[in-house]
């Protein structure tokens, strides 16, 4: 593989901070240390990431119910590069040389099989691996090749056109409409799958009132919300989830908890206790664990999520020029048993954490550890509600908040994100650009 080192500015060669991965905390982290290390040249920062585009992972629920144009709101790796001082290379880790500080990355080719890249590698100081998770099927027969996971913008937008299709088709068959034809299996009740069902309700609602006269939405459509623990949103605030649970009974949505999923088939599911629900549509949201690339990467500890094992600096366990942020990192969190949780809250402020201490450590200064901050926890059921939790910051508890207020801090989260990416001015302009142009289209995809 060539060594693709980042040329020098002037007589000395700046620090080599690699980033690989663009998710919420890889694309804030390189964006923020190009405009300030890039931009003084003091650091050469370089963002490895497989996709072209990036669309905040918290959104993918709304792409996938029809909710969101990704066109609105994806950005391009390429222009931000070039916009704040650092460079993108597109490629997929597969390996890492720790002795010689090389990330190896695969070729790359395109929709004809045609090569784009060649395999290659690239010279780190500081390598910072931030490449989020996927989909943890737990070894259930037939996820793989029948459910629809919501880990990129391309599944969720695959499972919005296979949603529209499936009403179009079953208005325009012969017949009527067939037992499970249009229903669809949420395996999961945390934060997406709870959020994907309540929008589906809105979604399949809207798409069936566009003329598809003969789907009877309350006689076809079935919603139905599987978890295996005993209740729904089962990692935040039993407070929450009884809120969420009645809104969503109130929606129609099918909800069972204390079920466990035995296999996955072409026409639907088979429970643990030999029950099969016919569905059209499967979607697995069940768990997550980190990519399989990152168990034994050249020695680095890892648990059995694949995520790797860092200290309080962030740094992992055996390297200290290798860090990991994000849903990909296993980092302690002071005064409980398991580490810091996998929320967008988490990776912000990890990224925010490294940020400034970054500069220290090329600076020879000895880094601060990281202290997490839980600011409590949100769940967004499109246009019906909003319901959460808030940490009082003064006295230390947490509230309970729902409605236009919990709404409005749910959408917060997102411009925070943005922010963090274009800058004030730019997410004003483009908050209310977006909400214009909503004026003028259907309310969900129809495409």
Known sequence: MPDERAPAHGDQTPHQIVIVGGGAAGLEL?????????KRRTAEVTLIERNRTHLWKPLLHAVAAGSMDPGEHELNYLAQAHWHNSLYRLGEMIGLDRADKQVHLAA????EGREITPPRSFHYDTLVIAVGSLANDFGTPGVAEYAIPLETTEQAVRFNRRLVNACIRADAQAGPVRPGQLHVAIIGAGATG???AAGLYQTTREVVAYGLNRVDPARDIRIILIE????ILPALPERISDATLKLLNTLGVEV???VRVGEVTQDGLRLANGEFLPAELVVWAAGIKAPGFLRDLDGLESNRLNQLVVTQTLQTTRDSNIFAIGDCAACPWQGHPTPIPPRAQAAHQEA????????RRIAGKPLLPFVYRDFGSLVSLGEYSTVGSLM???VGKSFF????????????LYMMHEVALYGFWKTLFGTLARGFSRRSRPVVKLH
């Open 30 to 38: 390189v964006t923020r240390l190009g405009d300030t290390l890039g």
């Open 108 to 111: 790359t080719q395109d929709e």
């Open 194 to 196: 709870t959020e994907l």
């Open 228 to 231: 295996a623990a005993d209740r």
């Open 256 to 258: 069972q908890t204390g």
């Open 352 to 359: 925010s954490h490294l940020f400034r201490q970054l500069p």
């Open 392 to 394: 009082g910051i003064l």
């Open 401 to 412: 908040i729902e409605g236009y207020f919990a709404r409005f801090m749910y959408r917060s």
